[in-house]
């Protein structure tokens, strides 16, 4: 019983000091919302009383005459001059606020409020009285607020307004409000709260005795607590409808990586569901870049990371990617052991993009001002703080500040109603400017004032105004033909330019109707409709074909302005550009824009045709390397699985070069490699690889044709390049080819050129089609039903690379019939490099037992032809396949007596190597070799230590004579 009545005393006292703390607060949240809504009215007032000024200095703009002030009313009937009121028709108001309209006064009339200004000239003054409603209007445009007058009866439908101002009438017996609407006073809602608070607390220690009550009851009844069972509770919560009224996409990964649970907002995002017969493994339904790498983010949280919260990009299921912001988290067992990941997911694409386009929005807004020519400033209204400066303004003050620029500047003249000023300064080169001021105000973001300005170099304008005289002269020879008509259209003047470019003279036109004259090209109607419209007072442009000095037809841009004086015509000012050049250039733009389409659609299609392309022979080699894990698959199907993933790998391989190939082509970066090989060898390499690899099983046959039968054709060019283009129309000629025959050939042309081949009896190409079949990403069918793959890239890497070896490429095809494909490259024949070995010619033998001879040489041949020239001469011969080699073995010091070096090979050439073993031996006599003496400076060949050279193709006797020399001595 102690325990009951200390219980209730405790809380008696608490309840007090609680009432105590929440008067205390409600007096600091009185004030508190009094100081709010009293900023907000000041803040509201001064963007009121900017909209008011604006409007003023727009009224004012429109009293252009002096005389209005004798009129009745402006244009609209608004403006009301200070002698036309008529007091008993209207009423005043006295305003307790003046800052707001820049007076005390207001009018009523016509159901209308009214304002008082006043507008001062230099030689006149007087009242007006201006609409007040255009302030509202201007003021709620600019903000999105309401604001308004209301008399007291009227009622406004978007709840409690906040007041600014209020007027009386002189009467006393009504009164006028005025008001902003969307801005609610703080005052009673922060008021609210501790009546709320004191509610609560009431209520709560009402129901804490209560309860308290029925506890101590109890307790004393029966000596037990009452049981928890919020475990129970937990057990019957439904978890997948909780995550389903979840906002976020939410799923659950087992370790196993297998999704288990997933909630509506997921399959609202991926369009992918989950059954009980379905559990797929988390990247086939939603998968990411990181899938399958130690950045998973299951992986990253079974590995033992706390959670994982990123960007990153994911994949849905058809394909489109999507950017989401994760958070992947742990879910664990009583034990601690982690048993599943549970990943959120939101898609922030669009917020990405908004951002972006945001961003692009402001560095358009930039490059826009920085490229204007002239200077652009924002200055904030209330600190005068310039904010913002072009490009053109810091390059014109070299970043001194635009006041600190303008301090010294003289002010030589000022328009107050446009807000103008003129000043005049010397720039940092010395010279005397000119620049007119611009300002305006206007509100920024959270409705800040900002004063923005336009800083206009107006020095050329003073050079005019300065030489007004001898400008007008000037007239006379500009590139613009200019007319001068009377008012019945008849000439008055024409400046040289209408003479150059329609062949008539003043003398010709001089009191002659332009109507009469026959100027107009095919006897065209629009002259006459442009002096219709001038009769009307009003000015015609528009594009005009004319007949021009020997009468050819010639397109000008015409502009027919009216003269006015006293709202009369008074001549007519006719200006005419010749665009005839213009039209020209127009006309290409059109076929450039279509080129540019169609090559757009082109590229379309292509990468439409790439993703098929890559998947069919990718399907290929992942099928069949899965099936091959087959144990039960036997020998001879797996060796046959084996071939189609090497076949389908080849193919993929050489979609890949031919997208390298063609991205070096458009980079121009192929590079021709050129050297020496033999023509016949290489088309039977070509021959040989398509005969056992290529065709395969195909019934189409194969044939060579060569003109040179032996294999001493040797030509100076990239045996490699050939090999390419020869593959790429060989390819092409199995694929269209369904039965008959492929032959591919060479022969020379002219002496000049050597001419490859391709011809077939496959389906031919239709006429139409042959202007585009070269160029890149095009094919003669480019349906999505075409019978044949491929990117369209053979043709014009072929293309490419002939032209770039100095050759041409051309077709000829009949549909159904086949075709023929040749192409040309420059024909540069190398000599042989050695005359036949004739040992039995009665020359002089050579012995040269004991001596030791090294040949440093990288073609086989050579060495071959080396060891059957100076076999009868029983000297030592060693081989060295490059610089490198031969250097190497002299610094050994192996000895050698001589060395027949060739100028050019890998690693080392002949160069680098002789002068390094010269620097090692300079008593060593070195005998160089080159297919080139009329490349070779002799001044080189010195300076690196040759002591002799020998010119290929080589005679045995000569360079045996030669090593004679160097080894008897």
Avoid at 246 to 253: E, F, G, T
Avoid at 692 to 710: A, N, T
Avoid at 918 to 925: A, H, R
Wanted: net charge negative; hydrophobic share 40%; proline share 3%.
């Amino acid at each position: 019983m102690f325990r009951f009545f200390r219980f209730y005393s405790l809380h008696k006292f608490a309840l007090a000091l609680s009432l105590v703390a929440i008067t205390t607060l409600s007096a600091a949240i009185w004030l508190l919302a009094q100081n709010i809504d009293r900023q907000n009215s000041q803040t509201l007032i001064a963007d009121l009383r900017s909209a008011n000024n604006e409007v003023i200095r727009d009224i004012e703009r429109s009293f252009w005459d002096i005389k209005l002030a004798d009129s009745q009313s402006n244009a609209d009937n608004e403006i009301i001059l200070g002698k036309n009121i008529n007091l008993e028709e209207s009423t005043l108001y006295n305003l307790d606020n003046n800052t707001l309209f820049g007076t005390n006064v207001l009018l009523l009339h016509n159901n209308k409020f009214y304002a008082k200004a006043l507008f001062k000239t230099s030689t006149h003054e007087f009242e007006y009285w201006y609409p007040i409603a255009r302030t509202f209007n201007l003021y709620n445009a600019l903000t999105g607020k309401r604001a308004a007058i209301l008399i007291d009866n009227e009622n406004t439908t978007h709840g409690q307004p906040l007041t600014l101002a209020q007027a009386k009438n002189l009467t006393g017996d009504k009164t006028a409000f005025i008001t902003v609407d969307g801005i609610k006073s703080h005052s009673w809602v922060l008021s609210v709260l501790p009546l709320i608070l004191l509610v609560v607390v009431i209520a709560g220690v009402y129901l804490l005795t209560k309860w308290t009550r029925y506890s101590i009851a109890g307790t004393l009844h029966s000596g037990k607590t009452a049981p928890n069972d919020s475990s129970e509770v937990l057990t019957q919560i439904n978890i997948k409808s909780a995550l389903n009224n979840s906002n976020v996409a939410l799923r659950v990964i087992d370790t196993n990586f297998g999704v288990i649970l997933q909630n509506r907002e997921y399959e609202k995002l991926t369009s992918v569901t989950l059954s009980k017969l379905n559990h797929p493994l988390c990247h086939e339904s939603f998968g990411s870049i990181y899938c399958h790498t130690d950045e998973c983010p299951v992986r990253s949280i079974v590995n033992g990371a706390k959670e994982v919260k990123r960007e990153e990009i994911r994949f849905l299921p058809t394909g489109k990617k999507i950017l989401v912001e994760l958070h992947a988290y742990p879910l664990k067992d009583d034990n601690g052991k982690t048993i599943a990941v549970a990943e959120e997911i939101k898609d922030i694409t669009g917020v990405h993009y908004t951002e972006e386009i945001l961003r692009q929005t402001e560095n358009q807004f930039t490059v826009f001002t920085d490229s204007l020519p002239f200077g652009v400033f924002i200055e904030d209204g209330l600190t005068h703080e310039i904010v913002y400066q072009n490009f053109y303004l810091k390059q014109l003050t070299g970043n001194t500040g635009f006041k600190e620029f303008i301090k010294g500047a003289e002010i030589i003249g000022a328009d107050a109603d446009n807000n103008v000023t003129e000043f005049q300064l010397m720039d940092s080169s010395g010279i005397i400017r000119y620049f007119n001021l611009h300002q305006f105000k206007f509100l920024g973001v959270n409705n800040r004032l900002k004063i923005g300005g336009l800083f206009v170099d107006n020095t050329r304008k003073k050079e005019i105004e300065h030489y007004r005289d001898v400008l007008a002269k000037a007239i006379e020879f500009t590139p613009v033909s200019i007319a001068i008509l009377t008012p019945y259209f008849e000439f008055e003047f024409i400046n040289p330019n209408f003479t150059e470019i329609t062949g008539l003279t003043i003398e010709n036109l001089f009191s002659k109707s332009i109507s009469d004259i026959g100027l107009e090209y095919n006897g065209g109607k629009n002259i006459q409709k442009a002096l219709d419209s001038v009769k009307a007072g009003k000015t015609w442009q528009g594009e005009l074909q004319l007949n021009g000095k020997n009468r050819e037809r010639i397109w000008v841009s015409a502009s027919f302005t009216p003269v006015m004086f006293e709202s009369k015509l008074q001549h007519i000012l006719v200006i005419l550009e010749n665009i005839t050049r213009r039209k020209e250039y127009e006309k290409e733009l059109i076929l450039a824009k279509n080129k540019a389409e169609e090559s757009d659609r082109i590229k379309t299609t292509f990468l439409n045709n790439i993703s098929h392309e890559i998947r069919t022979p990718l399907n290929a080699i992942i099928g069949f390397s899965s099936v091959l894990t087959d144990p039960h698959l036997g020998q001879f199907e797996r060796s046959g699985f084996s071939d189609l993933i090497y076949k389908n790998s080849q193919e993929l391989l050489q979609i890949i070069e031919n997208l390298l190939e063609i991205s070096q082509i458009e980079a121009g970066e192929i590079k021709i490699s050129k050297t020496e090989f033999s023509v016949n060898a290489l088309m039977n390499e070509i021959y040989s690889n398509f005969e056992e690899q290529e065709r395969g099983s195909s019934r189409i046959k194969l044939s060579l044709r060569k003109e040179i039968f032996q294999d001493d054709l040797v030509v100076l060019s990239d045996p490699a390049r050939i090999k390419q283009v020869l593959k790429h129309l060989l390819s092409n000629s199995f694929n269209f080819t369904p039965t008959g025959f492929v032959e591919f050939g060479y022969r020379l042309k002219d002496e000049n050129n050597l001419l490859f081949y391709v011809v077939d009896s496959g389906i031919g190409i239709e006429p139409d089609k042959m202007d585009f079949i070269f160029n890149p990403f095009r094919q003669a069918d480019s349906s999505s039903t075409r019978r044949h793959g491929g990117l369209g890239l053979g043709l014009a890497i072929s293309k490419h690379v002939v032209e770039k070896m100095g050759g041409k490429i051309w077709m000829n095809s009949t549909p159904g019939s086949g075709t023929s494909v040749f192409f040309t490259i420059p024909f540069i024949p190398v000599k042989l490099k050695f005359e036949n070995v004739n040992t039995g010619n009665g020359l002089k033998e050579f012995n040269w037992d004991g001596k030791t001879i090294l040949i440093a040489d990288d073609i086989d041949a050579n060495f071959v032809f080396f060891k059957a020239a100076l076999q009868k001469t029983k000297a030592n011969l060693i081989w060295a396949r490059n610089g490198l080699e031969a250097l190497n073995y002299v610094r050994k010091g192996e000895p050698v007596n001589l060395i027949l070096m060739d100028l050019v090979m890998p690693e080392m050439d002949g160069f680098e190597a002789t002068r390094i073993i010269k620097s090692i031996n300079q008593k060593l006599p070195v005998v160089g070799q080159t297919a080139y003496p009329e490349t070779i400076s002799s001044n080189k060949l010195a300076e690196c230590g040759f002591d002799s050279v020998l010119e290929k193709p080589i005679r045995t006797h000569q360079m045996l004579m030669e090593i004679d020399r160097f080894l008897v001595n």
